[in-house]
């Protein structure tokens, strides 16, 4: 979940850094909220966590909790070690710190399931060295935080090179993630290329004489996100899914929305059947959960000249390696290692330069680029460029797990790029823990009433998922 971006992100680098300075002075506490809530909206965007930053005392806690809990951690278990009593851990600290030389500030800092999602990381090639450097920054890098129109009133922070998101959640959406938390495990496992955003942390604070606040860190989608020029937030709904696009020359960034979106496709070529195969299989498991709401987050770059097209041999033996690694547990390592080596004689064999789809067909859990949406249980064991017969003889298929596989780029975050011919996007579903709840049952029937010939977000889980899929078959080439 990247958290709720049924909102406009927007920001300018150099605007104040204190949102509730510019609120009016008012005598009425409801009059003054209004203020800043309308405030924050028209200034949604990105600010650094400077001191005198509303949330500049609680960011330099998150930073120091999570510090001290990640620096414990001295062993990864591997995937099939993990336990009852690891997905039910909680474990929580006191701390004391003194800000700037004078503040004083005592905390509760709690971690749920550590050890799950140390090997959720780990499983993502994302050590804990590099994951406690981004998420834990020294005093000269800051957070970012994200001021948006979001409905759910939560915070969103950016670490300082924006890989890593950290989202405030309530209390009820933290239970109703750890009830299914094995669940969502057991999904990346089957389908370790699978669109559902990266969680990577849970956990709770608790400041002296305040409330005590959960929040979540996951990947960020959009990342890296200096080519991006445009960001789409898709529910495949049209009631109030429009957001005014900021002018030509806008330093601005704006994440659009369906009815922008309008009859655009998502150019994926050779990839649009692992996509199709890959957002059946996730809406698949979110109705099963009972949830709705959910978005598909797409930004677009335009492909350089080098990126488009075969690639060499070196460049291809990396990109198969990586999509073998990804989600595969510690003991195929050397599988993976194989798999990279008979490539590699292959395709020296042959004496040729091997186009990256070609390879596909032959490789264990692959997608076959040309057959459509298909079943999702059985790997595809079709020869387009490796013979059949050497991926037997080795015997990798048994010993790499995971289905829909596709071939990953040589970028960062690649389990959430896709490139097209003309065209890198950047997808990921985010925000499912709205369930269908009593009150979202209410509100289905009145927004009935308040949107007559349109379809809208508050659905049953079964009509949103087979409309999510529908959407993504009939904008998708």
């Given at each position: 979940?990247?958290?709720?971006?049924?909102?406009?992100?927007?920001?300018?680098?150099?605007?104040?850094?204190?949102?509730?300075?510019?609120a009016p002075t008012s005598r009425r506490k409801s009059g003054k909220r209004i203020s800043v809530l309308w405030l924050r909206w028209k200034r949604r965007g990105m600010v650094e966590i400077m001191p005198g930053h509303r949330r500049w005392t609680l960011t330099n806690c998150v930073r120091i909790g999570l510090e001290k809990a990640l620096s414990e951690r001295t062993h990864i278990k591997p995937l099939e070690e993990l336990t009852k009593d690891d997905y039910e851990d909680i474990r929580s600290k006191r701390h004391t710190e003194t800000f700037d030389k004078k503040s004083q500030q005592s905390f509760e800092f709690a971690t749920y399931a550590g050890e799950v999602f140390a090997t959720l990381r780990d499983l993502i090639n994302i050590s804990e060295e590099e994951?406690?450097?981004?998420?834990?920054?020294?005093?000269?890098?800051?957070?970012l935080e994200f001021i948006s129109n979001s409905k759910s009133g939560q915070d969103f922070f950016l670490t300082p090179d924006k890989r890593f998101m950290i989202k405030t959640q309530t209390k009820r959406e933290t239970e109703f993630f750890l009830e299914h938390l094995r669940t969502y495990v057991e999904h990346f496992k089957k389908y370790p290329h699978t669109l559902m955003?990266?969680?990577?942390?849970?956990h709770n604070i608790k400041l002296k004489?305040?409330?005590?606040?959960?929040?979540?860190?996951?990947?960020?989608?959009?990342?890296?996100?200096?080519?991006?020029?445009?960001?789409?937030?898709?529910?495949?709904?049209q009631a109030s899914r429009y957001v005014m696009p900021e002018k030509d020359g806008s330093q601005i960034i704006t994440v659009l929305k369906d009815n922008n979106f309008g009859d655009k496709k998502i150019n994926l070529g050779s990839d649009r059947a692992w996509f199709l195969q890959q957002v059946q299989a996730d809406?698949?498991?979110?109705?099963?959960?009972?949830?709705?709401?959910?978005?598909?987050?797409?930004?677009?770059?335009?492909?350089?000249?080098?990126?488009?097209?075969?690639?060499?041999?070196?460049?291809?033996?990396?990109?198969?390696?990586?999509?073998?690694?990804?989600?595969?547990?510690?003991?195929?390592?050397?599988?993976?290692?194989?798999?990279?080596?008979?490539?590699?004689?292959?395709?020296?064999?042959?004496?040729?330069?091997?186009?990256?789809?070609?390879?596909?067909?032959?490789?264990?859990?692959?997608?076959?680029s040309d057959e459509g949406p298909a079943d999702l249980t059985v790997p595809s064991q079709h020869s387009t460029g490796l013979r059949a017969d050497t991926v037997a003889k080795n015997n990798l298929v048994p010993d790499?797990?995971?289905?829909?596989?596709?071939?990953?780029?040589?970028?960062?975050n690649s389990l959430h790029i896709v490139d097209g011919e003309e065209y890198r996007y950047f997808l990921g579903i985010i925000d499912f823990f709205v369930t269908y709840s009593l009150k979202k049952k209410l509100e289905h029937l009145w927004?009935?009433?308040?949107?007559?010939?349109?379809?809208?977000?508050?659905?049953?889980?079964?009509?949103?998922?087979?409309?999510?899929?529908n959407f993504m078959a009939e904008h998708s080439e």
């Open positions: 979940m990247e958290g709720n971006h049924d909102n406009n992100m927007a920001g300018r680098e150099g605007e104040p850094q204190s949102v509730t300075k510019l994951y406690l450097h981004s998420v834990t920054p020294m005093a000269n890098r800051r957070y955003v990266k969680f990577l942390g849970l004489g305040k409330k005590r606040l959960y929040f979540i860190v996951m990947q960020s989608i959009f990342y890296p996100d200096e080519r991006i020029r445009e960001r789409y937030d898709i529910k495949a709904c809406t698949q498991l979110l109705e099963e959960l009972g949830v709705l709401d959910y978005s598909l987050l797409v930004g677009i770059t335009e492909l350089h000249k080098d990126e488009k097209g075969s690639q060499d041999l070196a460049s291809l033996v990396q990109r198969v390696t990586k999509s073998l690694h990804h989600g595969s547990p510690e003991k195929s390592v050397h599988n993976m290692k194989s798999a990279a080596s008979i490539i590699n004689e292959e395709i020296s064999h042959s004496a040729a330069t091997l186009p990256v789809n070609s390879v596909l067909g032959s490789l264990p859990g692959m997608v076959d790499i797990p995971g289905l829909n596989r596709r071939l990953l780029p040589n970028s960062p927004k009935k009433i308040r949107f007559p010939g349109q379809s809208f977000s508050t659905v049953p889980p079964g009509v949103y998922a087979e409309r999510f899929r």
